[in-house]
């Protein structure tokens, strides 16, 4: 059964277990020990809500972060919208992980008063494009590397 609920700092060490897979299958060299999970994720300034499902052994499955940035950010999200970032084990795709997130941020979108999310995905990456047209995410905007997808969040 899968369980969420927003991540809290003692979260981290898992959500860098969790990352680091998936990262190192893209090739990236980005952060992702427990300290950099805390401050960019559990307790970023700009954050909204950043969830976790876990199974019935405690084990994390996938987090899912939703920060409302300021002006002139680095992700160019414009301003007012939410960015969004999904992160699912390797081993648990497409099994409702990924669904059960969003219905919480969702949540927090429409409470934030924000009105549209935004995901960047790289467009090497069609598992994630999937998953956020499956959410009902529309290209909005496609560079060299990424594919910029728009949710437009109803009350």
Same mark, same amino acid.
């Given at each position: ?82 960015? *969004?970032?999904?992160?699912? =084990? ?7 992980? #990924? $669904? %059960?997130?969003? /219905? ?9 008063? *924000?009105?549209?999310?935004? =995901? ?7 598992? #994630? $494009? %999937?998953?956020? /047209? ?22």
């Amino acid at each position: 059964m899968i369980t969420t609920r927003e991540a809290r700092p003692e979260d981290a060490q898992g959500m860098s277990e969790l990352i680091t897979p998936i990262l190192e299958g893209w090739g990236s060299n980005r952060r992702r020990d427990p300290e950099h999970m805390r401050a960019n994720y559990i307790e970023h300034t700009d954050n909204i809500r950043c969830t976790i499902a876990y199974d019935e052994t405690g084990q994390i499955l996938g987090f899912q972060s939703l920060i409302l940035p300021k002006t002139a950010n680095p992700y160019n999200t414009p301003d007012g919208w939410g960015e *969004i970032g999904t992160y699912v =084990a390797v081993s648990n795709g497409r099994s409702g992980i #990924g $669904r %059960a997130m969003f /219905a919480d941020s969702l949540d927090a979108a429409r409470k934030a008063g *924000i009105t549209d999310i935004e =995901a960047s995905i790289g467009r090497d990456n069609p598992q #994630g $494009r %999937a998953y956020y /047209a499956a959410m009902g995410f529309v290209t909005h905007d496609l560079t060299e590397t990424l594919d910029r997808k728009r949710y437009r969040v109803s009350p």
